[in-house]
């Protein structure tokens, strides 16, 4: 068998109580998708949903990711596709200027030098060609995730990606309506009442990687336990609560868009 890479916290379209965080990611990925033409690369491919939204509206579909079993999984479903096993930044095996769009969807907190990830981003895409970057709000984030190496505020990202692509930034950001809200309240109070524990500030002063196990656990059963107190709530939030909003400050992530100088 071979190795799998676990990089991120645990969800699953298959698990009832996931279905807010599913939707509110599946959401970005149909935004995306409107945007997307020619030849494409999405660093952070994950389990394939993108593939879902993506595959017929590009010319040719390139997926980097660094699970080597997922990834020949995805390969014998997709013989067309390009699929790259490796870690990064940088992007091995890519080009420059060869991509017409890039989609990178909830990773850019994972990466451990963001500049090296924006940089190469910049390299492999072509004079006059997009990225398509999300992450989520640490404003509405009720507790450290130690999956994310860090968050960032719409500030902070903007600033960030002026810095790679001057003047060519559009910072939105994926919001809820009124029943993701009233969801997202009950987490937060939810999640509140688990912090009180948390007399010594662990969660803030323990390497992140010690964290992950229990992050999980109690992300776990914090959520069974919402879906239990309001089942209604969580099960009818569909793709269709969550919009793209001009004003990022009140979106629970970030949604941005830049160009790359023709």
Known sequence: ??????????????????????????????????????????????????????????????AIDKNTQLLNHLSKLYPRFTFIDCFIPPLQGVKDNDFDVVVTLQVIEHIEDDHAFLREIRRVLKPGGKAIISTPNINYTLSRN??????????????????????????????????????????????????????????????RQVLQIPYDILNRINRNKLMHQDNELVSNIGIEDFSLDSNPDVCLDLFAVVTKAA
């Open 146 to 207: 130690p999956w994310h190496v860090r968050e960032y505020t719409p500030a902070q990202l903007k600033a960030l990606l002026e810095q790679y692509f001057p003047g060519q930034v559009e910072l939105k950001g994926v919001k809820g309506s009124e029943a993701v809200m009233k969801y997202h309240e009950q987490n937060r109070r939810s999640v509140q009442r688990i912090m009180r524990w948390d007399i010594f500030d662990l969660q803030h002063k323990l390497p």
């Open 1 to 62: 068998m071979e190795k799998m890479f676990k990089t991120s916290e645990v969800t699953s379209y298959e698990i009832a109580s996931d279905n807010v965080l599913n939707n509110r990611l599946f959401f970005a990925y149909k935004k995306a998708a409107e945007m997307v033409h020619g030849n494409l690369l999405e660093v952070g491919c994950g389990t394939g949903k993108g593939l879902t939204v993506f595959a017929n509206r590009c010319e040719h579909y390139t």
